[in-house]
């Protein structure tokens, strides 16, 4: 059963549902920001100075070359990633509040888009999607194994199992997807770095 890998497709299907809860806690975060007008960043405590950083990290990494630019951005991305997946042990804890607060996050960048006479299909269609598609398919697929993590390794084991093997289960699956998790993270860094500013660049 404890194998050192297992196919990702395996993987992707025993934890459709818990994909499904990470992605649904992802959208609940952006429309909890975006329905209450949260551009006001007040909204939420630590936000502004959390966007604050963001907003420095994200003009220190484009500073550089472009592909060093891509490169940060893939180990930033990453070490989110590594962190939901590992610390999703304590609880889900970790995962959870990421998922949410990346929504959020997304949710206040839509709204203040909007109030400045932004068209928000432009911007999720040229701005998000084109990297996103890769970036999010990460995001959801850590979240839900960090999510299971802390269920499983905390609340229930798994069916049959004690609690450690269900540790050493899920292990499994999270060091069989970390290969996808590095694609598609590389994917998304190159796309937001070379191709995002072209497309969305003209609407700005």
Same mark, same amino acid.
């Given at each position: 059963?404890?194998?050192?890998?297992?196919? =990702?497709?395996?993987?992707?299907?025993?934890?459709?549902?818990?994909?499904?809860?990470?992605?649904?806690?992802?959208? =609940?975060?952006?429309?909890?920001?975006?329905?209450?007008?949260?551009?006001? +960043?007040?909204?939420?405590?630590?936000?502004?100075?959390?966007?604050?950083?963001?907003?420095?990290?994200?003009?220190?990494?484009?500073?550089?070359?472009?592909?060093?630019?891509?490169?940060? =951005?893939?180990?930033?991305?990453?070490?989110?990633?590594?962190?939901?997946?590992?610390?999703?042990?304590?609880?889900?804890?970790?995962?959870?509040?990421?998922?949410?607060?990346? /929504?959020?996050?997304? /949710?206040?960048?839509?709204?203040?888009?909007?109030?400045?006479? /932004?068209?928000?299909?432009?911007?999720?269609?040229?701005?998000?999607?084109?990297?996103?598609?890769?970036?999010?398919?990460?995001?959801?697929?850590?979240?839900?194994?960090?999510?299971?993590?802390?269920?499983?390794?905390?609340?229930?084991?798994?069916?049959?199992?004690?609690?450690?093997?269900?540790?050493?289960?899920?292990?499994?699956?999270?060091?069989? =997807?970390?290969?996808?998790? +590095?694609?598609?993270?590389?994917?998304?860094?190159?796309?937001?770095?070379?191709?995002?500013?072209?497309?969305? /660049?003209?609407?700005?």
């Amino acid at each position: 059963m404890f194998s050192l890998l297992m196919p =990702v497709k395996d993987v992707l299907r025993q934890n459709r549902n818990w994909l499904i809860m990470a992605a649904v806690i992802f959208l =609940v975060g952006s429309l909890c920001s975006y329905l209450s007008g949260a551009y006001h +960043v007040e909204t939420l405590p630590g936000l502004e100075e959390q966007l604050d950083g963001l907003e420095q990290l994200f003009n220190l990494i484009l500073d550089n070359p472009p592909l060093i630019s891509a490169l940060l =951005v893939f180990l930033n991305n990453f070490i989110t990633m590594i962190q939901m997946l590992f610390l999703g042990v304590l609880a889900g804890i970790s995962p959870l509040v990421t998922l949410f607060a990346n /929504g959020y996050i997304l /949710g206040v960048v839509a709204a203040s888009y909007q109030a400045m006479g /932004g068209s928000i299909p432009a911007m999720i269609f040229l701005g998000i999607l084109p990297h996103g598609i890769f970036e999010l398919s990460a995001v959801f697929l850590c979240g839900a194994l960090g999510l299971k993590f802390g269920f499983h390794c905390v609340a229930t084991p798994l069916p049959e199992m004690t609690r450690r093997q269900s540790f050493k289960y899920i292990w499994k699956e999270v060091i069989s =997807v970390i290969p996808l998790v +590095v694609a598609l993270l590389l994917g998304a860094a190159l796309i937001e770095i070379f191709i995002t500013p072209q497309l969305f /660049g003209g609407l700005m």
